[in-house]
């Protein structure tokens, strides 16, 4: 099929993210407002299409899937999507497929998830405290997602746990959330809260607790070492060295990852996002809908790529939100 993905920058495009519905069971106050208008399920991209778009991105080097949204365990007859892809890691091609999930279906899908061969799953919790937890999520119940998290550990699932590092928020409960997550065998990973979507009566500045601060509470307790692991991602790993307990901080505000980027991300109306970050995209549903043969796909695929954009350019440092971009997280596919 080709020479790999390759950008302008000289990276390899070997991850691609997909969100395979824009819905979702919560409204968390930093993704989503609380009247969404989502799109007409018309307009969303069927099963079979996202099964050709997937299998023609790993044709052309893609080995590692991420399935998100939205919440993309909420999609009617996502299974099947899954059962489907199980064939591509069978050959080989396809190195891992994962989800990112908010936890809420997991007691009904953990097991049918492992046996299409998901290894791991991320499941983003900002708190344990049930409370707080449904005054973040607005529609969320701690119990139940605490329940999927155990239907998957027992399904053989590996979990990480994703956390907002939220001011005024969480930042009681960072030794708490490290301590559950090593009692219970899971990864834990900080993520700064970054400027997407329409603000609304949102502070963001208000709410945005840098890594840097939270680190520097783990180590009002511990002394931290940090680790050169590299992923491709954006999540820089350190070390409690007391415990060796591995953590990860995703810095997009403070730290820039973007040289070593290898994925984009596709949403669920097929427009490739070449960065998170930028508004570039394009537009795969003329290729797809208007060939039968997958040859135009790759070509627009490919051109895409050539204009993935060196980074980013989300900053708060001048203490207003620059480099917003209007779009949500569950458009793009967090
Ligand atoms: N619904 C699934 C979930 O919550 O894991 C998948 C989609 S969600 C958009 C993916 C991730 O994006 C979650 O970990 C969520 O916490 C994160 N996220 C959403 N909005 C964010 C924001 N404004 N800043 C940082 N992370 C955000
Ligand atoms: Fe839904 Fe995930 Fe967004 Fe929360 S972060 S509203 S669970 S898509």
Redesign the pocket.
């Known amino acids: 099929m080709g020479p790999k993905l390759i950008d302008p920058f000289h990276r390899a495009i070997s991850y691609l993210r997909v969100s395979v519905t824009d819905r ?1 069971d919560f409204r ?1 106050v ?2 989503m407002s609380e009247n969404m208008t989502f799109l007409p399920k018309k307009e969303l991209l069927a099963l079979e299409e996202l099964d050709r778009m997937c299998t023609t991105f790993v044709g052309l080097g893609v080995e590692k899937l991420r399935i ?5 365990l909420v999609r009617r007859d996502i299974m099947n999507f899954f059962k489907g892809m199980t064939r591509h890691l069978e050959s080989g091609a396809l190195k891992e497929l994962t989800v ?3 936890g809420s279906q997991l007691e009904k899908f953990a097991g049918d998830l492992a046996a299409c061969g998901v290894k791991r799953i ?1 499941v ?1 919790l900002d708190t344990l405290d049930e409370k707080k937890f449904a005054k973040i999520t607005r529609w969320g119940r701690l119990t139940q997602v605490l329940a999927g998290i155990r239907a998957a550990q027992k399904a053989g699932l590996r979990v990480k746990i ?1 956390t ?1 590092a939220l001011k005024d928020f969480n930042e009681d409960e960072l030794f708490t959330l490290a301590h559950w997550c090593a009692e219970e065998g899971m990864d834990l990973t900080f ?1 700064e ?2 400027p ?1 979507g329409d603000l609304g009566n949102e502070d963001r500045i208000g709410q945005y607790w840098s890594l840097k601060d939270l680190r520097a509470q783990l180590e009002t307790r511990f002394t931290t070492t940090d680790l050169s692991e590299q992923t491709g991602g954006p999540a820089r790993y350190v070390r409690i060295n007391e415990t060796g307990q591995k953590i990860g901080l995703i810095t997009p505000l403070t730290h820039n990852f973007c040289e070593s980027c290898n994925r984009v991300r596709l949403t669920c109306t097929l427009e490739l996002y070449m960065c998170l970050g930028q508004d570039e995209m394009a537009d795969l549903r003329k290729p797809m809908r208007e060939h039968a043969d997958d040859a135009m796909l790759q070509q627009a695929i490919r051109e895409a790529i050539l204009r993935k954009p060196k980074g980013h350019d989300f900053d708060y440092s001048r203490q207003k939100v620059d480099g917003q971009v209007i779009r949500h ?2 458009h793009t ?2």
């Open positions: 979702c968390c930093y993704c998100t949204g939205g919440e993309p990112t999930t908010n991320n983003s994703n907002v993520i809260v970054m997407m997280m569950s596919g967090g």
